[in-house]
């Protein structure tokens, strides 16, 4: 069965109805929140459906498009997801309850790649630091999504205080490369895997600059609070974009996270897909750090593995 693809929001009444058969193998359907549908998180969600539809028939995954981490959070929180793909940094604030008004209760089933934290400028624009952004207009993400907290968070850790020191709009990544395009706004941000197609368009006409981003991971909490919220410094890699090669940003860790509640057989699926089918699951073009092998996937920083995915490793690994 071909995995399901909807690209409209999830609706109460899509239940994710998974149920166990006569046997040991589960059925039904998995509800699964991605990202924009231009963005990573999509094209990985759409490689893990038709991958989990392949290898158990009775299983299908319907990937859902939305505007990133934050709205998938709610979306797990309300029942609305089964499964979905998020920030490291975003599952541990909400957690904490310091991302939504109440804590949310999270499980991973592993961390699966690198998102790098992109913030693009125009080429012939004066702006090389972050600092340099003060009375600029920026897109940090749409609302709803991990790089729109994430966008907020580096321009304070910069010491400018976002909608006042530097005026912010809240855009899907096409949006907000036709409004840089434009020159309506100067920079964007987005967290992602590079290259992210709309940036790629962007780099060749009007032409981007990224900004160095590194400097600015100190700022965001002590190394065992970065550690736990999947936080480390990388580099841009040289064939992501024309001229972004070596730029030192900040990368977040990526899970495939769940409730506490998802079927134990469910995530000893999901978990041993991950595993096994490593190499079908990376979007062709992706370039740089992928974490999908099981040295990384139980590196999940603060968010516990579910107890179906730790039964599955140590069923596979020892």
């Given at each position: 069965?071909?995995?399901?693809?909807?690209?409209?929001?999830?609706?109460?009444?899509?239940?994710?109805?998974?149920?166990?058969?006569?046997?040991?193998?589960?059925?039904?359907?998995?509800?699964?929140?991605?990202?924009?549908?231009?963005?990573?998180?999509?094209?990985?969600?759409?490689?893990?459906?038709?991958?989990?539809?392949?290898?158990?028939?009775?299983?299908?995954?319907?990937?859902?498009?939305?505007?990133?981490?934050?709205?998938?959070?709610?979306?797990?929180?309300?029942?609305?997801?089964?499964?979905?793909?998020?920030?490291?940094?975003?599952?541990?604030?909400?957690?904490?309850?310091?991302?939504?008004?109440?804590?949310?209760?999270?499980?991973?089933?592993?961390?699966?790649?690198?998102?790098?934290?992109?913030?693009?400028?125009?080429?012939?624009?004066p702006v090389r630091t972050v600092a340099d952004l003060a009375g600029q207009p920026v897109s940090l993400g749409?609302?709803?999504?991990?790089?729109?907290?994430?966008?907020?968070?580096?321009?304070?850790?910069?010491?400018?205080t976002p909608g006042t020191d530097v005026p912010v709009r809240h855009l899907r990544l096409d949006a907000a490369?036709?409004?840089?395009?434009?020159?309506?706004?100067?920079?964007?941000?987005?967290?992602?895997?590079?290259?992210?197609?709309?940036?790629?368009?962007?780099?060749?006409?009007?032409?981007?600059?990224?900004?160095?981003?590194?400097?600015?991971?100190?700022?965001?909490?002590?190394?065992?609070?970065?550690?736990?919220?999947?936080?480390?410094?990388?580099?841009?890699?040289?064939?992501?974009?024309?001229?972004?090669?070596?730029?030192?940003?900040?990368?977040?860790?990526?899970?495939?996270?769940?409730?506490?509640?998802?079927?134990p057989a469910v995530a000893g699926v999901m978990t041993r897909l991950l595993v096994t089918r490593a190499p079908?699951?990376?979007?062709?073009?992706?370039?740089?750090?992928?974490?999908?092998?099981?040295?990384?996937?139980?590196?999940?920083?603060?968010?516990?593995?579910?107890?179906?995915?730790?039964?599955?490793?140590?069923?596979?690994?020892?």
């Amino acid at each position: 069965m071909a995995a399901a693809v909807a690209t409209a929001g999830l609706g109460a009444a899509a239940a994710g109805d998974v149920f166990r058969g006569g046997g040991t193998e589960p059925g039904g359907v998995l509800r699964l929140a991605t990202g924009e549908p231009t963005a990573f998180y999509e094209a990985f969600g759409r490689l893990l459906a038709a991958q989990l539809s392949a290898d158990h028939p009775g299983l299908t995954c319907v990937v859902h498009t939305t505007a990133g981490s934050v709205s998938n959070i709610r979306l797990l929180r309300d029942g609305r997801a089964d499964l979905a793909l998020v920030l490291t940094d975003s599952a541990l604030t909400a957690q904490q309850g310091k991302l939504l008004p109440r804590p949310v209760p999270l499980r991973a089933i592993g961390r699966v790649y690198e998102t790098y934290l992109q913030f693009a400028v125009r080429a012939d624009s004066p702006v090389r630091t972050v600092a340099d952004l003060a009375g600029q207009p920026v897109s940090l993400g749409a609302t709803g999504s991990g790089a729109a907290d994430m966008g907020a968070r580096l321009l304070r850790a910069a010491g400018m205080t976002p909608g006042t020191d530097v005026p912010v709009r809240h855009l899907r990544l096409d949006a907000a490369a036709d409004a840089l395009r434009a020159g309506s706004i100067l920079g964007l941000f987005v967290a992602g895997g590079v290259p992210l197609p709309a940036l790629t368009a962007l780099d060749r006409r009007p032409g981007l600059r990224f900004l160095p981003l590194a400097g600015l991971l100190p700022r965001l909490g002590g190394a065992a609070a970065r550690s736990a919220s999947g936080l480390e410094q990388v580099s841009l890699p040289p064939d992501a974009y024309r001229t972004a090669g070596g730029v030192a940003t900040i990368g977040v860790s990526n899970l495939l996270v769940c409730r506490p509640d998802l079927d134990p057989a469910v995530a000893g699926v999901m978990t041993r897909l991950l595993v096994t089918r490593a190499p079908a699951l990376v979007p062709p073009d992706a370039v740089g750090a992928q974490f999908l092998d099981v040295r990384s996937l139980i590196s999940t920083g603060g968010i516990a593995l579910h107890p179906g995915a730790v039964a599955a490793y140590r069923d596979l690994h020892g």
